[in-house]
C-alpha cells in the first residue's frame, strides 16, 4: 500500500502538470509555491527515485551564475501525477449538510 501524496507534493505535482512537458528548476518552484528548500529538494529527489520526474543540468543563463538542476514530469509520472492530484482534490472536498438534515 503506497501513501498518499503530501499537501506540498500534491502543490509540486500541479505545478509541474501545469507546465505541461516544460523543464522547472527548484528556487522557481519553492518561490512560486512557497515552500521552503528544505521541503521542496526531498520532494524533488524522492519523485526522481520513483521514476516520476526526469532531471539535468542547464548550463548557466550568464557568466558567474550556477548551473541548475532542471526537473519535468516523466511521461508515466504525468499518468500518476494527475490521478494523484485529482485523488487527493476528492478527498479534500468538504460536503456541508444543512443542521437537522441527516448526512
Excluded at 502543490?11 to 521552503?36: F, H, I, M, N, Q
Excluded at 526531498?42 to 551564475?65: C, F, K, N, V, Y
Excluded at 519535468?72 to 509520472?77: A, I, P, Q
Excluded at 501525477?81 to 448526512?103: F, K, W, Y
Amino acid at each position: 500500500m503506497s501513501r498518499r501524496p503530501s499537501s506540498q507534493t500534491v502543490s509540486v505535482l500541479t505545478a509541474l502538470l501545469e507546465g505541461r512537458s516544460d523543464w522547472s528548476y527548484g528556487y522557481k518552484l519553492s518561490r512560486l509555491l512557497g515552500v521552503p528548500s528544505g521541503t521542496l529538494y526531498p520532494i524533488l529527489m524522492r519523485l526522481t527515485d520513483r521514476g516520476h520526474l526526469e532531471t539535468r543540468w542547464s548550463q548557466p543563463e550568464a557568466p558567474g551564475r550556477p548551473a541548475r538542476h532542471m526537473y519535468r514530469l516523466t511521461t508515466s509520472g504525468r499518468t500518476w501525477a494527475a490521478a494523484a492530484v485529482s485523488t487527493h482534490q476528492e478527498q479534500s472536498r468538504v460536503v456541508l449538510h444543512p443542521i437537522g438534515e441527516a448526512g
